[in-house]
């Protein structure tokens, strides 16, 4: 009996081509001839099989991959997966000549989201949802960050934080949670902004952050949104309940968030399409990661792109995410994300893959658990139908996942 449940607790994957992304090796960490054992879920070998310890051969339930390449799960590090209703509408406004900063100050934009979102029940939000992380998952994907920040009062911010939490345990799949309090005015907040950054730094993130529901804090930067100087309170605010922070910088105008961010040691910096170099040069010395987000950048037609070349010059790491949100990323594929940022901003092959992979691991602050497969790490993979990576950017809407493992399962 013990043998038999230590058995099926070791699981080992043969015949397979690795892309191992593991940070000391060249590239994608290819391994040709390779294999991967895993027991109670994490990885305990990851290699070329004629160096795996025969030990990990016996009693294990061994699939052959019959060559398939194995890369990490892939890792969606900025979402705002739970919202309710759509803006399909405004995109209709926009395609009719209105910009996205017009249908925000008309009343549109974050603001109409809220409405739709205040009038959800938890579990309607949970159900609205699920459709959209199942695509994720369907893609490959075993961790997804979800961001709050439609609630924009206590009892919405919690409500959305808990929906976050509850598809973590309807899905196999990792979530992590972010607390976006700053993300847009509230209607009751009758224009007063620095009233209402005092009641989410005061009030909402404290009773957020006591309740566990939070893994990071995030905000909006920017002139339709909240100053540096509004931000660096919530963020004083985050530090004093001892979570750590993200911000969406410098998307729309460069009021110098990724600086900002950098200063606050941040995880990542997101956006980021009007940075410059100095901003380049905090992330970089920060060791904040710039997670890229094309398919924003794509929907509301923004020109400016984000300097990767800046980016690759000071060392700054590169995360690629979805930025699922209902008005400026509708986008539920980091198959598509990745195509997008190769070919919208010129990323590498070697740069989307470890974007959602390792680099977005860092970019959540778990390089410790997931993002690579390497011994130690959670046995989180994707099995791909493919010849060669370069296959999982090139293609736009097709899926050639083959199976998908979350924690060895
Ligand atoms: N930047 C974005 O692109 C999204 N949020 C943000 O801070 C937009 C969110 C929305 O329009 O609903
Ligand atoms: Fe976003």
New binding site residues.
Partial sequence: MAAESKSRALRLWRNARLATMAENSAGLGVVEHGAVAARDGRIVYAGPESGMPATLAQGAETIDCEGRWITPGLIDCHT?LIHAGNRANEFEMRLAGATYEEVARAGG??VS?VKSLRAASEDDLVAQSLPRLDALIAEGATTVEVKSGYGLDLENEKKSLRAARQLGEQRPVTIRTTFLGA?ALPPEAKGDKDAFIDLVAKEILPAVAAEGLADAVDG?CEGI?FSPEQMARVFDAAKAAGLPVKL?AD?LSNLHGAELAARYGALSAD?LEYTDEAGAMAMAKAGTVATILPG?YYFIRETKKPPIGLFRQHGVKMAVAT?N?????PLTSLLLTMNMAATLFGLTVDECLAGVTREAARALGLLGQTGTLEAGKSADLAIWDIERPAELVYRMGFNPLHARIWRGQ
């Fill in positions: 705002h934009g974050i989201s993300h909006f949104a969406h998307q956006h924003a930025d949100n209902p008005g400026t990323s």
